[in-house]
């Protein structure tokens, strides 16, 4: 059973177009999260998201949006891809945020903009 | 500012004790010192973590120092697929959403 899952695993598309990395959690978990991992694999929080709050990390562009219809889904929407998003994605959850809470991550979405 | 200093790399022989050391001299009183490790091509994989005391589950053990600067990750028998980049990350306080990575240590097992 996979406990934190995305979809796609692959995405390939042209700049300007708009897509969607969906992700969903069997785990019961109050809060999720998105990260982005560039070419020089440093990962970095995008999103953080729970049923109280979405806390957005002050340098991911406007272009990028996180949308919940439900506790055990954060799906990433982007608008007008650029060249510069190419990366993988990962999915994350956790109970709520705090000092006793690991994070359980997805195996990411590979995203190449062409 | 780094919140974390770990050595870039390290290598261990297989079936021998893996110890990778990480700094953390700013952690504040209420941050856990997690661990983290990420296998190519896969999501970071949770592996322990701990406040004070000296913490062991089936993966590794953690050892902290009292003054909890800084702390080790021991994977008691390093197997090939123990190869990754490990990551320590303090965390935690109530609503800390921000779980930081770092370089983190890129551990090869060596058989």
């Known amino acids: 059973d996979t406990a934190v899952s995305q979809t796609p695993k692959y995405l390939v598309t042209q700049m300007g177009n708009d897509k969607s990395i969906k992700c969903e959690q069997n785990?019961?978990?109050?809060?999720m999260y998105w990260y982005k991992q560039d070419s020089k694999k440093f990962l970095k929080i995008m999103f953080s998201y729970n049923n109280k709050e979405l806390i957005i990390n002050e340098t991911v562009p406007n272009r990028f949006s996180p949308k919940s219809p439900d506790k055990a889904h954060l799906n990433l929407h982007i608008n007008s891809l650029e060249l510069g998003d190419s990366a993988v994605y990962f999915c994350a959850s956790s109970q709520e945020g705090g000092y006793n809470s690991p994070l359980h991550f997805g195996n990411g979405t590979r995203l190449t903009v062409t | 500012d780094a919140k974390t200093t770990q050595p870039p790399s390290m290598d261990c022989a297989e079936g021998r004790a893996a110890n990778l050391p990480c700094n953390h001299s700013?952690?504040?009183?209420?941050?856990?010192v997690y661990w983290y490790r990420q296998i190519h091509s896969q999501g970071p994989q949770y592996i322990i973590h701990?406040?004070?005391n000296n913490e062991t589950n089936e993966m590794a053990s953690l050892i902290i120092t009292e003054d909890r600067k800084s702390s080790t990750l021991i994977l008691p028998h390093a197997t090939l697929r123990d190869t990754a980049v490990y990551y320590c990350?303090?965390?935690?306080?109530?609503?800390?959403?921000?779980?930081?990575f770092g370089k983190g240590t890129k551990l090869s097992v060596i058989p």
């Open positions: 990350i303090p965390y935690g306080g109530a609503g800390s959403y921000q779980l930081t």
């Open positions: 785990l019961g978990h109050d809060t």
């Open positions: 700013t952690i504040s009183g209420n941050e856990y």
């Open positions: 701990g406040l004070k």
